[in-house]
């Protein structure tokens, strides 16, 4: 469950498993206009946020087999997506993506790993939003790409080591799986 | 794939500023290459990156989104799901390369064998990436026990090791290890004997080198 009392990662996995549209319609009205909004933020005008945000709820739907709810929120995920989304609609530099590592056969995530991984992000939002004011406004800037790397502040004063250790964790067993 | 000793043995890692730009988006395409040929071999910063995607994520959940979709959207979108229908997970590509990560071997066809060095002088070969001109990318091959010209920089240079080793004032850096050096480092890195060091470096404004021969390469360096 999230802070909003919505279980996205049910929503998602009924889109994935039973190509189920009520879900989707469910997770559009609520994801839509924030996909909308960040685009807009990030300089888009209203019909360009629009149109791409689109796109985006679309590779949402075509993706939600590959979201692995160990390792990212929905929120982040559709995070990535827009994100990407974004380095397209303003045409600026391409973004190589890291190479992809194998989690061993389509194996179905930790449900402690899934429950663990959503706790740590409701904790970071909830220190995201007891930070100074002035830190906060440098990380949303940072985030609608309105700075450059030399911009952003070297030390972020964020709680990272909340989110953090469950992807650890995952790395830890597949290093013994390597070893 | 990265052996369990080679992923432990990185001991220079991105910076915070780094990976906040890189999960941004807003990095030159030269940096993001360098960002994500790093994390390939290096699970402490790929697990990083999941933090600040997470504030990605975190930020996305509590923008002001006031500003609503017209009416028509949903069910425009609602249409194009039964053109995508279903699609099957997305193969992952397997090529391997001792060498380079997946995220280089899509800039150099045919992987480290196949690459067309250049001699830049000293016996150091380069080959430059196509990237974008907001900041250049290139590969470096510099002979065991070769030191590169004593240089400093003015804006800000990424290097990062795929083969051998090196020395500077600064360390040692050895396979993943990344040196990030801006206008306050001057210095001579020295390739380990051994194995000739290859390493990925980037840099948004031009070297600049203290003797006149270096200078005078410089246009050939590209850089």
């Known amino acids: ?179 | 794939m990265k052996t369990k000793d080679e992923m432990a043995m990185i001991k220079h890692h991105l910076s915070d500023r780094l990976l906040m730009a890189y999960s941004a988006g807003t990095l030159p395409e030269a940096f993001n290459l360098v960002v994500a040929t790093h994390i390939s071999l290096c699970a402490e910063c790929r697990a990083r990156l999941g933090s600040f995607d997470a504030i990605g994520g975190a930020l996305l959940e509590k923008v002001d989104a006031s500003a609503e979709m017209s009416p028509e959207t949903l069910s425009q979108t609602l249409a194009r799901l039964k053109v995508q229908g279903e699609s099957p997970r997305e193969p992952a590509a397997q090529v391997t390369d001792k060498v380079l990560p997946q995220p280089l071997r899509a800039y150099l066809d045919g992987g480290i064998e196949a690459v067309k060095w250049r001699a830049v002088g000293g016996g150091v070969r380069q080959v430059v990436l196509p990237t974008s001109d907001h900041a250049s990318a290139r590969l470096l091959r510099i002979p065991a026990g070769t030191s590169v010209p004593d240089h400093g920089h003015r804006g800000l240079e990424l290097t990062l090791v795929l083969q051998g080793a090196f020395s500077d004032e600064a360390d040692r850096f050895g396979r993943g290890d990344i040196e990030i050096a801006d206008e306050e480092l001057h210095h001579t890195p020295v390739a380990e004997p051994g194995e000739d060091c290859i390493c990925l470096a980037a840099t948004d404004a031009p070297l600049k080198f203290k003797g006149l021969l270096p200078r005078l390469a410089q246009p050939f360096l590209r850089i």
């Not at chain 1, 590779?59 to 692995?68: C, E, G, H, I, S």
């Not at chain 1, 929905?74 to 827009?82: D, G, H, K, N, S």
């Not at chain 1, 790397?149 to 909340?162: Q, V």
């Open chain 1, 1 to 179: 469950m999230t802070e909003n009392g919505s279980d996205w990662v049910g929503v998602v996995h009924s889109i994935a498993h039973q190509q189920d549209k009520e879900a989707f319609t469910k997770l559009f009205a609520h994801f839509g206009p924030r996909v909308k909004a960040f685009l807009m933020k990030s300089g888009a005008n209203a019909a360009l946020a629009e149109e791409c945000a689109q796109d985006v709820m679309v590779t949402v739907w075509r993706k939600a087999k590959q979201f692995d709810p160990s390792r990212a929120s929905v929120a982040t995920w559709i995070f990535t997506i827009a994100r990407n989304r974004r380095i397209d609609m303003l045409r600026r530099d391409r973004r190589p993506e890291p190479e992809e590592l194998s989690w061993g056969p389509e194996e179905e995530p930790d449900q402690l790993d899934v429950i663990a991984l959503q706790q740590e992000n409701d904790q970071l939002r909830a220190a995201l939003s007891e930070l100074p004011e002035k830190q906060r406004i440098m990380i949303e800037r940072a985030y609608f790409g309105e700075l450059t790397h030399s911009e952003i502040a070297d030390e972020t004063g964020l709680p990272l080591g909340t989110i953090k250790s469950r992807i650890r964790l995952a790395l830890e067993r597949l290093r013994h799986s390597l070893g």
